[in-house]
């Protein structure tokens, strides 16, 4: 805690609100802005602002202290409230940091890969959808959920849409995108609706007390909490729900995949968490039924199905957002088991994913960049042309896969050993066959970079050509940090056992 | 760091190993290969002075691992193996090869960290070590030497699988401890264990890899090889198994039977390496009688061991180097022209024979004593029987067909001085060890339990002693003038490894024949499941399959729809 102390205090008592703030102002700012460099220049230092503030907040919940921030000092439940516990901040650390690392990344990427005149506005839009995300994480008013929520979505259309110049199928997938978020959005106000309805408040904590009061509630609270869940799985890609992910993982700039598919994802996930566990509760019999038949069910279908259809992709990053559904299953599947143990494991493997799919992404966006490659087959060889980023995306593709000594073994491990605990030997057996499923789609890459070789134009074999400093520095950072989890678990770990503690009442 | 690489005497002989790999210059190499063991028995020297303070342990993943352990035992064996390691470095001066300097060291490191191993799981990462590195030392051997060392390789890799599972059977056993102790087989992994060890160790039936690997390595090869691996085990098996009754009579087996093939192999070095099963027999009875004697019988037998069965593994390697054979048949009458080397011969062969006043006599008559003070007497019976068999092909046959018997007619230079001041220095120790006024008593004051009085100078065991050589000596002299005694002949001699070389070949062979006509049919049926499986699998997840339509917005929409209602489906069962 020697570091906490070496913070000056407003960062900590008034963090939360910083979070949110700062970047939606600056957002507004930086889009006016006339020089990329300029706004990628604030990009950079809001973000590590927020990674800082958010780090020194992550210090105080392992210290023990929670806080609750209100807002223009009103009161709950009259006034908005922003939450810091033990739930919430590693993701606001991870959705900062992952911020940080992709602006860092941007420098060389989005020069590639955007058009110039529309790199200010999109250093923006990425601020503004930061501050949407941040804020949907920390608020504590189920509304205020909805604002953020919304914001952070629009700006994430306009982002994967940027794409346009890189890959005209982007347009198709942002609209896609736009029609199936606003789907989700509105099925999750919806709910909000009827929630309000039941209970007559809209602060999550008060909202919590009165079902828990009225014993779940009538069935306005059963259709609202169906209405949620549903809104919430389509932003979190939910397995049959899943259908605007691969698009727009695919053909979104490379630093816009990364940052959906390390953060955006796992916010909706929290939320998922946060509305499951500690509004409504796992008590309440239609909540124990859902999270045990659908979210189970569903889970296990995508880790099944999602690992199947990333074997058979030809386009690589279609296979890693093949991939992404299925790990969402593996989260759901840790969701589904319920226990302590079951439940810390799936908040585990969102912290690890995050930082596994980051460091596989900012690879295969380094290809692009240097060879324009994103089909499977042009792998041929890569391990000899780019030899530093493969070896990043060695080192993800194992964590992916669960090799022992990395962030996806601890988290697969911890899952195996939740599912045995629960006497779901079935769901152990389904995780073994998804890693192997993973070993094929990620072996099939490996295989073509490092045993083919390197392609030849007109008679001459394609030149070494390793990606930029500025892109390989937050790769490694990601794939060395998957290594360091692999090897010694304990901070990690310990955030997922206080998340899980939170959602099952006490702890902080 | 560093303090964690002098923590055990092994890892400091390890690097030097892997330095070794490195340095192109073979006069550095060979002072490393030299100086590494010297350094490793200073380390010892002083860990013994405070065994606790030695003691060192990491901890890896959560689980303890103990790289330091020290006991009067384990000091008597790292000192044998740097002693060993010394000797074979001198043997070896005269070879310039990179591949045998760095192997023979980190072989040798592991031997030596592996006795230091406080835990299971330590000991199975230098076991493997050992096993690893020691093949490159059969594979210098020559052409026919690849696939021995591939069998060697096989071997000793599934003796290292079944030590790390009997020790993980083990450790759950004891919650989580992986502390090497008495084991005992009535344990859970204690049957696995014994069988990791006995591979290892070469166990009757188990034995064979030792008589196929060892003559075909290299000639310093086989002089460093015969040195640790069984060693190793056979210090794995003194730790664990101490007492237990069945390895009496494995043991009493392991001394008798190698005694017939011993008597009929036409290659010397494979007569030898016979004869190290057979030594290697006395010291698993001791460890199974397991009382304090027999436990110092062991310990002071494997010190005389490892220096006369080296020193006659290097008499043989200086002839092969000077005449290109070790075949009983092509040599003979070499006295003439190898004098010294004869001599050392001969001190190496009366060693092992158990001669009075050379090592063997004060070593192995312990464990034959601690035999008779427990009562088995059929044992004893076969330990002598074992003994006069010794003396007929360690003691008499490998030096007669060598450099007496019919002249060969070679006539050859002396071996290099290297080679000679080795042997010379070994045949000193040979004599030294059982030197009666003050030689033996060092010895003894090494051993594992120091307040076990014995004396080897008695007039009763001198007399038997001698009755017993005596009578071999002349039995083989009247089998000879009789001519009934077994000629040198270029033969193959079919030990049980025909079983499994041979007859589980033909085995293979016949089911490989059976199968490929199978196959022709099986095939066609499996390749249309596999076609038809893939084609479906293809169908539904490929970027042109079902799943992956370009889902239109309505599509999905509809789905969300339909997820609600099985949500609001299962709500609904849920309050009924």
């Known amino acids: 805690m020697d570091i906490l102390s ?60 929670t806080q609750l921030y209100k807002l223009g000092g009103w009161d709950p439940p009259h006034g908005i409230s922003f939450v810091i516990d033990g739930l919430n901040t590693p993701v606001l650390f991870l959705i900062s940091a992952m911020a940080l690392l992709c602006t860092i990344y941007g420098l060389p990427s989005v020069a590639a890969e955007v058009e110039p005149k529309k790199r200010a506005p999109f250093y923006a839009a990425f601020l503004i959808g930061v501050a949407g995300l941040l804020g949907m994480v920390v608020t504590g008013d189920a509304f205020n959920v909805f604002v953020f929520l919304e914001v952070s979505s629009i700006s994430t259309y306009v982002l994967v849409a940027m794409g346009a110049s890189r890959d005209r199928r982007a347009l198709k997938a942002a ?31 008060d909202i919590g007390r009165i079902l828990a009061d009225l014993d779940g509630g009538s069935r306005v609270a059963m259709v609202a909490f169906g209405f949620i869940t549903v809104g919430l799985g389509l932003k979190l890609a939910m397995f049959p729900l899943h259908m605007w992910l691969p698009g727009a993982y695919a053909h979104a700039p490379s630093f816009v995949t990364v940052f959906l598919a390390s953060t955006a994802t796992k916010a909706a996930l929290y939320l998922m968490l946060r509305f499951t566990f500690t509004i409504f509760d796992p008590s309440f019999d239609y909540v124990m039924a859902v999270i045990m038949y659908v979210l189970t069910g569903v889970g296990v279908a995508a880790m099944l199905l999602g690992s199947l259809q990333a074997i058979f992709q030809t386009d690589a990053r279609r296979t890693l957002a093949f991939s992404s559904i299925a790990q969402v299953g593996y989260m759901l599947l840790g969701v589904g088991i319920a226990t302590a143990a079951g439940l810390s494991a799936g908040y585990l493997h969102l912290l690890n994913h995050a930082v596994i799919k980051g460091c596989l992404f900012f690879a295969l966006g380094a290809f692009w960049y240097r060879y324009g490659i994103t089909r499977c087959e042009d792998f041929n060889g890569l391990g000899k042309m780019m030899p530093w980023t493969m070896g990043a995306f060695t080192i993800g593709g194992l964590s992916l896969i669960g090799v022992p000594a990395t962030a996806g073994f601890v988290s697969k491990l911890n899952l195996v050993i939740a599912a045995m605990e629960r006497g779901w030997g079935w769901a152990v057996i389904i995780i073994m066959v998804t890693s192997i499923l993973a070993l094929v789609y990620i072996g099939r890459l490996l295989l073509a970079a490092y045993f083919q070789s390197p392609p030849e134009i007109n008679g001459e074999v394609v030149v070494r050509n390793e990606a930029p400093l500025m892109m390989l520095i937050p790769m490694w950072f990601l794939a060395l940090l998957s290594i360091a989890i692999g090897i010694n678990a304990d901070l990690v770990s310990e955030a997922a056992r206080n998340a899980a503690s939170v959602l099952l009442g006490g702890g902080v | 760091m560093i303090d964690l690489i002098l923590s055990n005497p092994g890892f400091l002989v390890i690097i030097a190993g892997v330095l070794c790999a490195l340095v192109p210059i073979s006069s550095i190499r060979k002072f490393l290969v030299g100086a590494a063991p010297i350094a490793a028995a200073v380390i010892i020297f002083t860990a013994f002075k405070d065994p606790e303070a030695a003691r060192t342990a990491i901890s890896v993943g959560g689980q303890e691992m103990i790289l330091m352990r020290i006991d009067r035992l384990a000091m008597l064996w790292g000192y044998v193996f740097c002693l060993a390691g010394v000797l074979n470095a001198i043997y070896g001066l005269h070879e310039k090869c990179k591949i045998t300097d760095a192997s023979a060291l980190i072989y040798m490191g592991a031997a030596i960290s592996g006795v230091y191993a406080g835990d299971f799981l330590t000991l199975f990462i230098f076991w493997e070590m050992a096993a690893i590195s020691s093949v490159l030392l059969v594979w210098k051997g020559g052409e026919n030497s690849f696939s021995a060392g591939v069998r060697y390789l096989a071997i000793h890799v599934l003796s290292g699988v079944l030590l790390l599972a009997g020790a993980v059977m083990w450790g759950r056993h004891n919650g989580g401890d992986f502390t090497i102790g008495h084991v005992g087989l009535e344990n859970p992994g204690g049957l696995l264990l014994l069988l990791a060890m006995g591979i290892k160790c070469g166990f009757p039936l188990l034995h064979n890899w030792i008589q196929d690997a060892y003559p075909k390595a290299s000639i310093t090869g086989t002089v460093i090889l015969s040195a640790f691996t069984t060693k190793l085990a056979l210090y794995a098996l003194a730790r664990c198994f101490a007492g237990e009754d069945i390895l009496i009579y494995i043991g009493a087996i392991m001394t008798c039977f190698p005694v017939f093939f011993a008597v009929i192999e036409n290659d010397l070095r494979r007569v030898l390496s016979y004869s190290l099963n057979n030594q290697l027999g006395f010291m698993v009875c001791g460890i199974g009688i397991g009382t304090d004697l027999a436990m110092n019988g062991v310990a002071a037998h494997l010190a005389a061991d490892v220096i006369f069965k080296g020193l006659l593994f290097m008499s043989m390697g200086a002839v092969m180097y000077r005449t290109g054979t070790a075949k009983a048949s092509d040599l003979g009458g070499l006295f003439r022209s190898m004098p010294l080397t004869t001599v050392f011969c001969l001190i190496g062969a009366g060693s092992i024979a158990a001669f009075p006043f050379l090592s063997a006599f004060v070593t192995k008559s312990m464990i034959m004593t601690a035999a008779l003070y427990e009562h088995h007497e059929v044992v004893l019976a076969m330990l002598l029987f074992a003994s006069a068999g010794v003396m007929e092909h360690s003691g008499i046959k490998v030096p007669y067909f060598t450099f007496f018997s019919h002249d060969s007619g070679k006539r050859v230079e002396e071996a290099p001085w290297n080679m000679l001041v080795a042997m010379g220095l070994a045949s000193l120790l040979c004599v030294f060890f059982a030197f009666p006024w003050g030689g033996y008593q060092f010895l003894y004051s090494l051993l594992p339990n120091p307040e076990v009085h014995y004396n080897p100078y008695t007039g009763n065991h001198v007399v038997t002693q001698l009755q017993l050589l005596f009578g071999a000596i002349l039995a083989f002299n009247l089998l000879k003038k009789a001519k009934v005694y077994p000629d040198e002949r270029r033969a193959e001699i079919l030990d049980f490894d025909w079983t499994y070389r041979r007859l589980g070949k033909s085995i293979a062979v016949w089911i490989d024949a059976m199968w490929t006509r199978l196959s022709a049919n099986v095939a066609v049926i499996r390749a249309n499941f596999i076609d038809k499986a893939g084609r479906r699998l293809y169908q539904m997840f490929s970027p042109a399959g079902t799943f992956s339509e370009a889902a239109p917005s309505g599509m999905a929409a509809v789905l969300t729809g339909g997820m609600l209602v099985v949500l609001f489906f299962v709500i609904y069962l849920a309050r009924l």
């Open chain 1, 6 to 65: 070496a913070y000056p205090s407003w960062p900590i008592t008034h963090g939360a609100a910083l979070l949110v703030v700062l970047p939606l102002l600056l957002g507004a700012i930086v889009s006016i802005l006339p020089r990329e460099k300029m706004a990628w220049a604030i990009t950079l230092i809001v973000s590590l602002i927020l990674t800082v503030t958010a780090f020194g907040l992550v210090l105080t919940i392992f210290g023990g202290e």
């Open chain 1, 175 to 205: 609209y896609n995108y736009l029609i199936l978020g606003s789907i989700g959005a509105t099925f999750f106000v919806i709910g909000l609706g009827f929630l309000y309805m039941e209970t007559g408040t809209l602060n999550m904590a």
